[in-house]
């Protein structure tokens, strides 16, 4: 073969080699975009997906209180209870409370009472609430005396000690109550919330000036807040941060505490006392914004309840209830009696909302409009900011 013919061979075969390499070069780059494209698809699926919590971890006082008064100091009676459970149930409403109604909406049980032994289940989370706990630990210089002591750092320890114990339970093989324990891998997934903070304020309304209670609001904000990071630092992400309502507007102060004429509002709440919970929910808004950004992993949500509280009772009528700084349960003597409808009251008992009045705020606050930032409650477990879990 001369010298031509092993040119022309050559060049051939460079022309079959640069259209083989074309071909792969085309091939990888279709699977390329195929394969970013299922990624992309896969991660929209899982960003307009739930989050299908596991469990709930609830802090709070007596607005999410289901049972841990009841059981470790009196029980509530009759006719506390009477329009769902038809009997008490450890709540200081007549029915359900905010709680309830978000864990029916995660498609979760209702949460047992840490402190309740009898028929507790704890697989989708437990209820460190008690009512009358303070944000302040029970010798802060501003309570004269505490309401419970069941405060919310007693709430954390109760807590830590619970996840220590439960986790250890039930990845011992024979354990018999293994299906009644969290599991040890959805402490991480779980959401993380609070409605907390009323009796801080109702404390100090009650015992000193407006401006007084105000100095405090920072230091209650601290402890708040070291909470969360504790939580956080002990693998909790996800956390939903209720503020506190229109204290103003609690018939208990509006009768027990009776403001001057030009300290009522246009709806005949106490202005002063709404005041010291706005500035209150103001710097806890701060705060919790604040440590979106430091806690890196972390989701919290901010949710006005103040605004939907506070509007509810300005539109009761609108809304389908009567008498909106009146309550349904009254005391004659030593008796309790209640009014011949709960449902068309805001308040049950002059401090606490009706179960009417439960659904009606809790279908308010759920879908994030009223949310900082706006994430519906079953979106709650996006991060905000830091890198995405």
Same mark, same amino acid.
């Given at each position: 073969?001369?010298?031509?013919?092993?040119?022309?061979?050559?060049?051939?075969?460079?022309?079959?080699?640069?259209?083989?390499?074309?071909?792969?070069?085309?091939?990888?780059?279709?699977?390329?975009?195929?394969?970013?494209?299922?990624?992309?698809?896969?991660?929209?699926?899982?960003?307009?997906?739930?989050?299908?919590?596991?469990?709930?971890?609830?802090?709070?006082?007596?607005?999410?209180?289901?049972?841990?008064?009841?059981?470790?100091?009196?029980?509530?009676?009759?006719?506390?209870?009477?329009?769902?459970?038809?009997?008490?149930?450890?709540?200081?409403?007549?029915?359900?409370?905010?709680?309830?109604?978000?864990?029916?909406?995660?498609?979760?049980?209702?949460?047992?009472?840490?402190?309740?032994?009898?028929?507790?289940?704890?697989?989708?989370?437990?209820?460190?609430?008690?009512?009358?706990?303070?944000?302040?630990?029970?010798?802060?210089?501003?309570?004269?005396?505490?309401?419970?002591?069941?405060?919310?750092?007693?709430?954390?320890?109760?807590?830590?000690?619970?996840?220590?114990?439960?986790?250890?339970?039930?990845?011992?093989?024979?354990?018999?109550?293994?299906?009644?324990?969290?599991?040890?891998?959805?402490?991480?997934?779980?959401?993380?919330?609070?409605?907390?903070?009323?009796?801080?304020?109702?404390?100090?309304?009650?015992?000193?000036?407006?401006?007084? /209670?105000?100095? @405090?609001? %920072?230091?209650?904000? $601290? &402890?708040?807040?070291?909470?969360?990071?504790?939580? !956080?630092?002990?693998? =909790?992400?996800?956390?939903?941060?209720?503020?506190?309502?229109?204290?103003?507007?609690?018939?208990?102060? /509006?009768?027990? @505490?009776? %403001?001057?004429?030009? $300290? &009522?509002?246009?709806?005949?709440?106490?202005?002063? !006392?709404?005041?010291? =919970?706005?500035?209150?929910?103001?710097?806890?808004?701060?705060?919790?914004?604040?440590?979106?950004?430091?806690?890196?992993?972390?989701?919290?949500?901010?949710?006005? &309840?103040?605004?939907?509280?506070?509007?509810?009772?300005?539109?009761?009528?609108?809304?389908?209830?009567?008498?909106?700084?009146?309550?349904?349960?009254?005391?004659?003597?030593?008796?309790?009696?209640?009014?011949?409808?709960?449902?068309?009251?805001?308040?049950?008992?002059?401090?606490?909302?009706?179960?009417?009045?439960?659904?009606?705020?809790?279908?308010?606050?759920?879908?994030?409009?009223?949310?900082?930032?706006?994430?519906?409650?079953?979106?709650?477990?996006?991060?905000?900011?830091?890198?995405?879990?």
């Amino acid at each position: 073969m001369d010298w031509k013919q092993r040119v022309t061979n050559l060049s051939r075969g460079g022309g079959l080699m640069v259209a083989i390499i074309a071909l792969l070069v085309a091939t990888y780059s279709v699977f390329t975009v195929l394969k970013d494209r299922e990624i992309s698809n896969l991660y929209n699926d899982q960003q307009s997906s739930s989050c299908e919590f596991p469990a709930i971890y609830n802090f709070g006082d007596s607005n999410s209180d289901t049972g841990a008064v009841s059981a470790v100091f009196d029980p509530v009676f009759s006719p506390y209870g009477m329009t769902y459970f038809h009997k008490p149930s450890g709540r200081f409403s007549d029915g359900r409370l905010i709680i309830d109604f978000i864990a029916e909406k995660l498609g979760l049980p209702y949460l047992s009472a840490y402190v309740d032994s009898i028929g507790t289940n704890f697989r989708h989370g437990a209820n460190f609430a008690a009512s009358g706990a303070t944000i302040q630990p029970a010798d802060a210089l501003m309570l004269n005396k505490t309401l419970n002591p069941l405060t919310l750092n007693v709430q954390l320890s109760q807590f830590e000690q619970f996840k220590r114990r439960s986790s250890d339970l039930y990845l011992e093989e024979k354990s018999k109550s293994r299906d009644r324990l969290p599991r040890p891998e959805d402490y991480p997934r779980a959401l993380y919330t609070f409605d907390i903070g009323q009796n801080d304020l109702h404390a100090g309304l009650t015992s000193m000036k407006e401006d007084e /209670v105000i100095k @405090y609001i %920072p230091d209650i904000i $601290n &402890v708040l807040s070291s909470t969360v990071e504790k939580l !956080y630092q002990g693998g =909790a992400r996800t956390f939903w941060i209720h503020n506190t309502g229109p204290i103003g507007c609690l018939p208990f102060l /509006v009768k027990n @505490y009776p %403001p001057a004429p030009e $300290n &009522v509002d246009k709806i005949g709440c106490v202005d002063s !006392y709404n005041k010291v =919970a706005q500035e209150f929910n103001k710097q806890l808004k701060d705060r919790v914004s604040t440590l979106g950004t430091q806690l890196q992993e972390s989701s919290l949500v901010y949710v006005d &309840v103040y605004s939907v509280k506070y509007s509810l009772i300005s539109e009761a009528d609108k809304h389908g209830f009567t008498d909106p700084l009146g309550k349904c349960l009254w005391k004659d003597g030593s008796v309790l009696k209640a009014c011949a409808n709960p449902l068309e009251y805001i308040s049950w008992d002059g401090v606490h909302h009706t179960e009417a009045a439960n659904k009606w705020v809790a279908g308010h606050i759920q879908d994030g409009a009223v949310s900082t930032p706006k994430i519906p409650l079953t979106e709650a477990c996006r991060p905000v900011s830091g890198s995405h879990r």
